[in-house]
């Protein structure tokens, strides 16, 4: 069969494993062969991989880059050399063309977090804000996406803000640290990621405290299934799963016979997942 | 050989005072930077917030205490962080009963409890070690390349065991390890602490704590001087991999979970640590002491930086900064001293 | 400070030294190793400079080098005073020194180590070819021989300290420094040094000569100055003292010169036989020496004596008799029954004990205490309960044997590193000595011991034959394996070449046999 | 020595088989790992692939480069990522002139041009080496624990100067140095074997470079010998910087982008690249030669087994096996050599 190259920031996020298995899923049951790439959270290595790939002779890429601008060069190759490219849930606007764009905003997930804060707590909040690795551009966008919605509203503090880079153990001691130092506990803690919400729960159950929002990031089953048990107050979902489908079968179909996407850039909207509308995550069957 | 009594004499009576900060500079720095975060941030001090620090530290500070015996040897192993996911993932496993019920919450886990659990955690820590103490003394491939091996090997070993994603949810007897206090001492804190009197006194008081010296001071004489330096060699990294899987069942109890990508990145924290603690690099010189207070330092470090909310990236450089400050205090201290 | 003892003797009023040290003291932590010490050279002279293990010689020089600063004290050249603050000034003042402790990078090869720092080339770029051709100029006058190209690493003691010298020579100089260059040294070599120390002497460069043997002051030097304790003991010409004289000054006592055995051995079992070693030096290997048929037995109480020029395969086969090396073939044999050694461990089992031929690389900790150095082969000795070391055991041990050997050290607790050579020799036979073996092998026992503690360790291994103890001395001081040994083997290129009881032999007799090349029964 | 003729030489006219194939394991390995490869997967050896390869391994190669220098001393820098990721990021706001235009795209940028660009990443690779090294020779900070620290500050330093985000578009003068071709030849593979080629030059036949082998291999004596050890020390670390700077002025010109989390991971891949090659982490013993093998064997690995199209997880613990093998294999050969 004919080979796609699929390829995903890094494995060693769950997020990330997720999107992968939904890839080579849907290359196999469109009749194609799935090339893995891993791109180890490096862009020069997820670079080499396309080159390999180019190089290997692949009909078409599917990818989630590492780093929007660090991999338009990578991609602004394999156009060049006549491989269709679809892009997913990050996208590289510096390519011209680029077959299409499924997504959904990080930014727009911040601002999701953001605006059920709002939601939760219209008489304003004092928040805890756990940011993603340092430099990533996850972790900026989706706390961009945060203060986008909260930044002009007094009401609403963030009292408290430190990167916990994406890791439970981090998210664990830093928001430790956090109620160590706050003269009184935050109405809420947002996290960029699930890990980190994770370990933010396991400290604020250490210290008995309750009325407490967590919001986390990424629609993991292990968050949803904290959601429907109260542990977590919410999590965002940005549909990878479907986005990686709709991404393969847009890809597929302009490789079986040309047909075009009808718009080249579909975004889903990022939705935050709470206990009243569980069954709209995706992944909620894998909790048991 | 002179009647004559020896020119060698000190004058005993004096206080060393040169000698002595020599000998705790590392713990000297540690109070004054204390000090100085309690200075800003009154809250550093609470009693709660100190035990944040220890209990923060005591994962790390387990790593530690099993790397001191490996830079001891004038070894390194950087696979601690992986080898760590690796076991606490093989845990997580058993105490869940599976990987079916990966997520499940709460008390009700249908798993082997966690005595199995530990065990596991424990025994894949010690296959881990044995293995590269093995390749290390037998294929005679110099540690750091056998360990930066291993680091990459149990990566994907974790990530393929778990496919990538966590397993959690374990039942009260099990998170008691990580998250349990006795009196209001958390449980890490006191697994440390122990650990560490534990490490102590097998490196001053026995045989085979001697020998760990004399193999990282000179292997050939010591191997001439009868010693198994590779049994020795090889046994140290198996002690690295029983603390990997002590703290690995450890981080599993306090984060609930067990995750592949725990543990990234602690090579250079636990390798640190022992080095800011005064041990040489170049093996046959340190003490667990000193592994404790460099430890604590690099904890300490981190929470006050957090509790004082200083920008995470101005947290990186000083970090590095005080890091460096902190061994030149040390090496400006010890050669006082030999200056007289 | 008390004031210094100046034991020196009134110069003539017209001897203008060349360099001239005086009131140099020097402190380490616990030890006052030199006390207002002054020291003079003239110029063309060799001059001896001697004293006990521990007296502040090697101290002293390293201070003239520029190695170390003096706490006080001044430093004049030409009658002018200047200060070495570093190593390159005292080498641009044409002081340069070749250090009791081996200062050469192991993977350079010989002529990067004769010529480090003065590389010769153009500005930027070495030229190897010439530093090799250089090398192979000086090394055929001091009789090295070996390529220029080779790594240091793969050369044995002796070559190492001949690369030294090399280094040496090399350099231009008005004063060469050398702290023991013979103590490494078998007897034709050390001629061969002699040789080229006159000739420098007759160009007006002087030679500072520091030794333990000292038949070599009355052989070559001038003039000496004697330290004790780290003060003057003593300084004048060389023809006007004697030995008695000299080891007065350096002891403060009379000491008898060499120990002698009176015949006292009698036959008794064998207590190690070895049949047939045999190692070959494979294609690749160019360095190795070969073994032959190395067959001999030691008895219970009997001291054996291997001599041999530098190669002749004696540390080769003490080596290999101890496990420390492979065999192709060959049988060890202890008491009577055929032994599998396969590892030093395995020797010390069977009750072998092996004093290396290189204590800095093969048996000092130098990084930990003496306690823990001398105590490391014998933990059976003072286990405590259970894995535990009895702390009070090793202190009587240590103790213990600072008593026999005269050790000269502030503590047990003291770094070996910070002993004087001599003594830490002392530490290392110490160590084997603890294990109360059978069979106890010794490579050089003696270098570097001065003359006192020579005695000592020669009455010590005595006194070991004496108990029971088959001692096998390896020495390259022929003086040495006469006085001590009751039978004497001798070896030449990997093969035994004789096999003579040790009374009634002489120099003239080994030396025959050392030399030739047909193997001989005695 | 004897007058007779010496037992040290070799019979010089058969030939040397084991000399052979010690002298060139780590090649003869990435050989057969490259025939390996080529059987199961036949476009691994197409030319295009190969540059894919050589291009991928320029960046981490121009810093074993420079690390080569650092091991070959017995130090250490584990700060190159971090050090990379600051110089390139300055190299990007001084070709965009200023950090207002950080995202425009295209040609009609405003700055600086790439000469300028290319300086400042060097000045501040150079920069950054030196404070390290003088950190190094001045306090007796083991380097170890200097370029941890500096790993952390300039990592820090990165964050902050560009408020976490990257820098990216640069004109077409500028990305050539990354992503264009001389011939059939990538401008990253040139620079990178031109530098090889002038390091090993530098290395065998000028004084400087016998002089770090020199203090590498026995420090003390090379002090005694009248060497300036503290410079030739701190003067490593400021080649080690010079390549970071080179290396991030590539690298930006490649990805047409800088980031602040650009390198992360490089000190483990680049020391590994070196002592695959057979440099004594020790000191005084390694060649470049043994570096750029040591580098094409890890990009090797890593391209090959994505052409294969290996399972991720699975190629952590094939790569972790094989770097391994690679040095065993090396050490294996040489003990035949000495052995005999
Ligand atoms: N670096 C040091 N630190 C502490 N003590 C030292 C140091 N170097 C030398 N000493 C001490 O200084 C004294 C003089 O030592 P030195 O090496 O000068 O003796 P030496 O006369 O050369 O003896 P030997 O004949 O054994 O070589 C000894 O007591 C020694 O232990
Ligand atoms: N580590 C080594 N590697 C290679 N060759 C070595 C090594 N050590 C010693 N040799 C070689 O062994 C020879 C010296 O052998 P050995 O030391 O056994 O002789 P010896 O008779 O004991 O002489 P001496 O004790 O007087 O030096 C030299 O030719 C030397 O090159
Ligand atoms: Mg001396
Ligand atoms: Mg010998």
Redesign the interface.
Known sequence: ADKILASVPGLSFPFFVHMMNAFKAEITAQGYEAVESDGQVSSPKQTADIEAAIAQGVKGIVISPNEVDAMAPALQQAVEAGIPVVTVDRRVPSVEGILAHIGADNVKGGEAQGNLVKQMFPDGATIVNLQGQSGASPAIDRNKGLHNVLDGDAKYKIVFEQTAGFARDKGLAVTEAALSGLAEPPKVIVAANDDMALGAMEAVKARNLSGIAIIGFDALPEALAQVRDGGLTATIEQFPGKQSALGVQTLTAFLKDGTKPAEKVILLTPVAVTKDNLNIAERLGEVK | ????G?????TDTSFDAF?FIARFAPLIFLLVLMAVFAIV?P?FL?S??LF?VM??VS?TGLLAIGMTFVILTAGID?SVGSLLAFAGLVAAAVAKGGM???????DDAVGYGWQLAALAAIAVGLAGGYIQGF?ITR????P???T??????????A??FA????I??FDKAFTWWG?GKIGPVPVPVIIFLVAAIVAHI?LR????G?RV??VG??P?????????VTGIICSVYVIMGFFAGLGAFV?AA????A????G?GYE?TV??SV??GGT??FG??GTIFGTVVGSLLIGVL??GL????V???????????I??LA??FD??AK?R??R? | MPPAVTLMQTEPAEFAPLLRMSGISKSFPGVKALESVDFAVGAGEIHAFLGENGAGKSTLLKILSGAQAPDTGTISLDGKATVFATPQDAQRAGIVTIYQEFTLAPDMSIAENVFVGRELGSRFFVNHGLMEEETRKISRRIGLDREPSTRVRDLAVAEQQMVEIARALSMKSRIIVMDEPTSALSRSEVEKLFTIVRGLKAEGISTIFVTHRLEEVFEICDRYTVLRDGRNAGAGRVPETSIEGIIRMMVGRDVGLLAHRQGSFTQSEVALEVKGLNRKRKATDASAIELHDVSFKVHKGEILGLAGLVGAGRTESARAIFGADPLDSGEVIVGGTPARIASPSDAIAQGIGLVPEDRKQQALFLGLAIRTNLSMAAHDHISGWGPFISAARETALVEDYRRKLNIRMTSGEQLVGNLSGGNQQKVVLARWLALRPNVLIVDEPTRGIDVGAKVEVHNLLIEMAREGIAVIVISSELPEVLSLADRIVTMREGRVTGNVPGPGATQEQLMTLMTMSAPKAA
Request: glycine residues 10%; charged residues 15%; positive net charge.
């Open positions: 050989m002179s009647t004559t020896s020119p060698a004499k000190a000698g941030e809250r609470s709660i917030n944040n209990r923060q994962i950087l079916q019920d990966r997520f499940t919450v709460g390749a294929f005679k491939v110099p750091f390349v056998v930066l091996g291993g680091m990459s090997v149990f990566r994907g070993a990530l393929l496919a990538g994603g966590p959690s949810g998250q097998v008081y026995t045989r085979f001697r010296y004399a001071g000179n050939e004489a010591a191997r001439l001087s009868g010693l198994n981080l306090r984060l609930n979970s995750e592949a990508v725990a990234t250079l390798i640190a080095v800011i040489s690099l046959g010189a981190l929470n957090v509790l004082m909310n920008s995470s990236y101005i947290q990186q450089i000083i970090i590095g900064v890091i460096v061994v030149a090496t400006f050669s001293r030999k007289g």
